[in-house]
């Protein structure tokens, strides 16, 4: 398909309103218009949908989009009936519908209205869906969070390991999209192997967050205190608090509240409704603090939260990253604070001592990643990025200065006592 830049640009304005392509997209549509398998790897918030929204609203046919999280399906599909002011451009299809909805949505198929279609992957491996969506045409096929794919990725899907088997028996020659934010080597030879897309044209982004500076401090029994005083002195700003246990978050927003600090509790143990409220308070800045576990924060876009503090320190460097990535999302200003003991990497261990042998070992495996990140004297930033296999330098590099270590350098008997513990 020969597209040119100039039509490109006005699609974009079209559908989206947009006069400039983010980063790396104009590339990656160009590929995926040309009919070649791509691999798209780009931190939150990157501008990954657009990857393949724009050339499915460009091109004949229907592209299908697998994506695990039906809520999040469900907004992106308003937000292209909002751009696109067309019915039935983009539909859902997942086990919320009824039968009628269901011929809605295969008649606006068979009929060319549908560009895009969005499936979880459990529904994508019904016999039913896979007869009929090869009887129809199929523009090309998106694997959004593609890392759910990988046994190493930070949400691992076992439905996702299918995905190849289906996508050979819907149509053979249909280019593939995988995206994901997970910058990890491994996970990336995964997300590759499993999709069968070993000649894929891959697209990374940079996965430096200039604007953030990270901290690790030594976790005391004051911890309470320590967090109580960080947050006073960043009085009125939007922040997160992350703890390992429900128990643990209830106690620390309790503290946090009698302390004069506008807190609330989030884990999935709250009902729907309370969960809800919390996240709005939050959003709507009634609330400066949420202390929460892991379950905040999956879609959420508020652009200034201003710091977040790990309490506990998370399993692997690629959540620890996701989670502060929630900070300075606008550009603006974001501490990013965690507490580590060693002891806490202990409980994480004891957490897993229950599972299949094969995950032990990768969770043993990134936990020490995160016991070396937590103990490193040299840069945060160039730890973080060499992880995620990108190289940085703290002369020269956007951000170089932004943590701990690098302004505060710790005395070279200090970092050999470190690497003694
Ligand atoms: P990701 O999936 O990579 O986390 P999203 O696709 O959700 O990111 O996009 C993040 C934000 O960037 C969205 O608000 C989206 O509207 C915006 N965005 C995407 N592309 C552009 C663009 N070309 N110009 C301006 N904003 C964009
Ligand atoms: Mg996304």
Not at 60 to 86: C, F, Y
Not at 320 to 338: F, N
Not at 373 to 401: P, Q, V
């Amino acid at each position: 398909m020969s597209i040119s830049k100039n039509d490109l640009h006005a699609a974009l304005k079209k559908y989206f309103g947009f006069s400039k392509f983010k980063g790396l997209q104009e590339g990656v549509i160009e590929s995926l218009l040309d009919g070649q398998h791509t691999f798209v790897i780009m931190p939150t918030g990157g501008g990954k949908s657009l990857c393949y929204q724009l050339p499915a609203l460009m091109q004949e046919g229907t592209a299908i989009v697998v994506s695990p999280l039906i809520a999040l399906m469900k907004n992106q599909v308003d937000a292209i009936r909002g751009v696109s002011k067309e019915n039935g451009v983009a539909h859902v299809l997942n086990s919320s519908l009824n039968k009628t909805e269901i011929k809605q949505v295969k008649e606006d198929i068979v009929n060319g209205v549908t560009k895009l279609l969005y499936v979880a992957p459990e529904s994508l491996t019904k016999e039913e869906n896979v007869e009929f969506l090869r009887s129809v045409k199929i523009s090309f096929l998106a694997i959004d969070e593609a890392h759910c794919i990988s046994e190493w990725g930070h949400d691992f899907r076992p439905e996702y390991r299918n995905l190849r088997h289906i996508i050979k028996r819907i149509g053979d020659n249909i280019p593939i999209i995988g995206l994901t934010a997970t910058a990890t080597p491994k996970v990336q030879e995964d997300i590759i192997k499993n999709l069968g897309i070993g000649n894929a044209k891959t697209f990374k982004a940079s996965f430096n967050r200039p604007n953030l500076y990270y901290e690790v401090r030594p976790k005391t029994k004051n911890v309470d205190v320590d967090i109580i005083r960080f947050i006073k002195k960043n009085e009125g700003k939007s922040g997160i608090v992350y703890c390992l246990s429900r128990k643990r978050v209830e106690e620390l927003a309790q503290v946090l509240q009698v302390n004069g600090v506008n807190a609330v509790p989030y884990h999935a143990g709250l009902d729907a409704k309370t969960r809800s409220s919390h996240q709005d308070k939050f959003l709507m800045e009634d609330v400066d603090v949420v202390v929460a576990t892991i379950a905040f924060g999956m879609g959420i876009d508020k652009p200034d939260v201003r710091f977040v503090i790990h309490h506990d320190i998370p399993k692997s460097i690629e959540s620890y990253y996701q989670e502060t990535g929630r900070a300075g999302r606008d550009g603006g200003e974001g501490h990013c604070l965690a507490y580590y003991a060693y002891k806490d990497i202990e409980k994480l261990e004891k957490f897993m001592s229950g599972k299949p042998v094969a995950e032990q070992e990768i969770g043993q495996a990134l936990l020490q990643e995160v016991v070396a990140f937590a103990e490193t004297s040299i840069s945060r930033r160039k730890f973080i990025l060499h992880y995620f296999g990108e190289e940085f330098d703290n002369e020269t590099g956007e951000g170089g200065e932004m943590d701990d270590n690098v302004r505060h350098p710790k005395k070279q008997v200090e970092a050999k006592d470190n690497v003694k513990l």
